[in-house]
């Protein structure tokens, strides 16, 4: 199984997630954001970091970035796609997931190892995980205040599309303590905490986060 | 050249913790009396030619596709006269 990892100009934490993709035993493949297809990858993982400096709001930009305009389509297709911090900024932007992120509430950037609850294991990405499980992994950002209206809070509430939740008190200001949130059909998962950091306990609080990567293997495998 | 301004702003509902700091610096440095602070993005379109209705709702879409997110921020559009 091939996953591709996008590089955004300002992309951070693009290595460390293809690094994650091979723990998982998946191949990683570097995709490059002016790609203008997605190298017949079977998932996409859009990393954290800073693209295009954030400039005007984050994610703003990436999202117009060329290889965007074939995930985008492939996501209403069924690709499974996992947007981590900026990710997940672009994600919303792409209108592929509901929300914004807006600077944390308390004007601080963060870095924590945060507990999460995994909320849904409907996901491709979470599958591998039990309801209720409780995990640690990294969370850093200046922006990562979830928000959106009451009619979509409750609906993503309804539907069983809040992923992670904040355990331990909110980081953020994130509303309903949400830290990550997925579409309908459970395909596009974004997170604001790093699961591809918490991969190694050489390198992580803990090896929580892989359970992403081999979810979305075994997704793909057997589908 | 006309000038067409385009200001976004943050919608009420959503906090913006950035005018919130400017507004605790305020009193600090003795600007009293000023109840709250919001903090906007102007944007300055140089516009070749004239300025049509056409043109306008160009820039409406710009301001609605790539200035402003909608599901956070308000726009207003309007022409800057020389």
Redesign the interface.
């Known amino acids: 199984m091939r996953v591709g990892v996008v590089t955004f100009p300002g992309s951070l934490d693009d290595a460390d997630a293809r690094r994650a993709v091979r723990l998982a035993g998946a191949e990683p493949v570097a995709l490059w954001h002016a790609d203008a297809d997605l190298h017949g990858v079977d998932a996409v993982v859009l990393p954290g970091g800073f693209s295009y400096g954030d400039y005007?709001?984050c994610g703003?930009i990436a999202r117009?970035a060329p290889v965007m305009e074939p995930l985008v389509a492939a996501a209403h297709g069924g690709l499974p796609v996992l947007g981590i911090c900026n990710g997940f900024q672009v994600l919303?932007?792409s209108h592929l997931l509901?929300?914004?992120l807006?600077?944390?509430?308390?004007?601080k950037f963060n870095c924590v190892d945060q507990e999460l609850v995994v909320e849904s294991t409907a996901t491709v990405w979470t599958s591998g995980y039990a309801a209720g499980q409780r995990i640690v992994v990294p969370l850093k950002n200046g922006e990562g205040?979830y928000?959106?209206?009451e009619k979509t809070l409750d609906g993503l509430e309804a539907e069983g599309r809040v992923v992670v939740r904040y355990a331990g008190g909110n980081p953020n200001?994130s509303y309903h303590d949400i830290a990550g949130i997925s579409n309908e059909r459970g395909n596009v998962v974004g997170l604001m905490p790093h699961p591809e950091h918490a991969v190694e306990d050489l390198t992580g609080p803990s090896t929580d986060g892989l359970t992403f990567f081999t979810s979305v293997l075994k997704a793909v495998v057997t589908a | 050249m006309a000038r067409v301004v385009v200001d976004v702003m943050l919608k009420p509902e959503i906090l913006d913790p950035q005018g919130k700091a400017v507004a605790q610096a305020l009193p600090r440095l003795g600007y009293d009396g000023i109840a709250a602070v919001r903090q906007g993005k102007r944007f300055e379109l140089d516009v070749e030619g004239e300025v049509t209705e056409e043109r306008l709702a160009q820039i409406r879409g710009a301001a609605e596709t790539l200035l402003s997110n909608p599901v956070i921020e308000d726009f207003t559009v309007r022409v800057e006269e020389a």
């Open positions: 005007l709001r703003a117009f919303c932007e509901p929300g914004a807006i600077r944390n509430d308390h004007r205040g928000v959106a209206d200001g």
